[in-house]
């Protein structure tokens, strides 16, 4: 079981990995289940790093979300 700890660390880590890659518009932490995990978004799900299913025995989920942009209120 990951905990939020845990997963905060291996978010630190998956952003190292990543690094400025222009696929990537986010990273954070989700649940799966029980369990923290680490969601990385992603412009397109047929596009994006290399990644391992875990890290530091949390996993990494991989998300298409499209583009992002800031809209004015």
């Known amino acids: ?3 939020r700890d845990a997963a905060r ?3 630190s880590h998956v952003q190292d990995l990543i690094g400025t890659d222009p696929r990537v ?3 954070g ?3 799966v289940g029980a369990d923290w995990a680490v969601k990385v978004n992603v ?3 047929r596009d994006h790093p ?3 299913e875990r890290v530091q025995g949390v996993r990494v989920v ?3 979300v499209g583009g992002i942009s800031a809209h004015a209120s």
């Open 1 to 3: 079981m990951s905990d």
């Open 9 to 11: 660390a291996a978010k």
């Open 25 to 27: 518009n986010g990273v």
């Open 29 to 31: 932490l989700t649940h």
């Open 43 to 45: 412009l397109d799900d």
């Open 50 to 52: 290399d990644l391992p």
């Open 62 to 64: 991989v998300r298409g």
